[in-house]
């Protein structure tokens, strides 16, 4: 069977656009109080349009390309991160009482430093791990986020949140399905990779607008890095010993 990453289907000008300023709870004292936590997490969305021009490049001056399948997954993935930042961005002003114009001042002088990553971004098999670890941490955080969410008032907020989470969980699923489709015989690689990869997550001391390995936060704790670390590279691995049966 082909490749083909699933996308979920939701339409965030109908679930957004009827939200009103005034609906929203919480006083300018708060606002600014939640300030860090908003850009925060918005920024992380974002940042994604970063990461994908950053592998174009470094894709271009690879010696193996990387495959029609993990262009599709990329394709797939980054529509959902731009409605994403869309979606947080319009949150945000909504909480913050910002202009759009104001918003993309800021976020147009945003600009990733992907310096330690190297080994992970120019290998597809690497990066697909990566991928896989990085959907499933965000799938774990914004379910532990919709509460926050849902208590700045409108209903939409806590909506929002459930699609971002649902999102980032296909996006975990489409990456293991990739993995599943290109590596079916590297079962055997998955945990020396997991282990870099959380490692290196671990490691971490400042998020510098890469979209991958951003949680430097009191949202997430080395023990959860390490227990989604462990259950993805189990699923993986799963995955691709159901490939190698089917061979
Ligand atoms: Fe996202
Ligand atoms: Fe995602």
Same mark, same amino acid.
């Given at each position: ?5 699933? &996308?979920?289907?939701?339409? +965030?000008?109908? /679930?957004?656009?009827?939200? %009103?300023?005034?609906? *929203? ?16 997490? %918005? ?18 001056? +690879? ?8 262009? %599709?997954? +990329? ?18 002003? /909504? ?11 800021? /976020? ?12 992970? +971004?120019?290998?597809?098999?690497? /990066? ?11 799938? &774990? ?71 991958? %390995? ?7 704790? *080395?023990?959860?890095?390490?227990? *989604? ?19």
């Amino acid at each position: 069977m082909p490749y083909l990453p699933r &996308r979920r289907d939701w339409d +965030l000008s109908s /679930l957004m656009d009827p939200v %009103l300023a005034s609906e *929203v709870r919480c006083s300018r004292e708060q606002a600014r109080a939640f300030e860090p936590r908003l850009w925060m997490d %918005l920024v992380a969305e974002y940042d994604a349009r970063l990461l994908e021009a950053e592998l174009a490049r470094r894709a271009s001056e +690879l010696d193996q390309p990387f495959s029609e399948e993990f262009g %599709l997954f +990329l394709k797939a993935w980054s529509l959902d991160e731009a409605k994403h930042a869309d979606g947080l961005a319009r949150l945000y002003r /909504l909480v913050m009482g910002v202009t759009q114009e104001e918003l993309d001042d800021r /976020l147009r002088q945003r600009t990733g430093n992907f310096r330690g990553f190297d080994e992970l +971004l120019d290998d597809e098999f690497q /990066l697909s791990v990566l991928f896989a670890y990085d959907e499933a941490m965000s799938t &774990r955080g914004y379910g532990d986020d919709i509460p926050f969410y849902a208590s700045l008032g409108p209903p939409a907020f806590g909506k929002l949140l459930r699609h971002l989470k649902n999102d980032e969980a296909v996006h975990y699923a489409n990456a293991v399905e990739l993995l599943g489709t290109r590596f079916p015989d590297r079962a055997g690689d998955v945990p020396e990779v997991m282990a870099k990869i959380i490692e290196l997550d671990v490691a971490q001391e400042s998020y510098e607008a890469t979209f991958v %390995l951003d949680h430097v936060s009191a949202e997430f704790t *080395v023990d959860q890095m390490r227990q *989604v670390g462990a259950s993805v590279g189990a699923a993986i691995v799963r995955r691709l010993g159901a490939s190698a049966a089917s061979a």
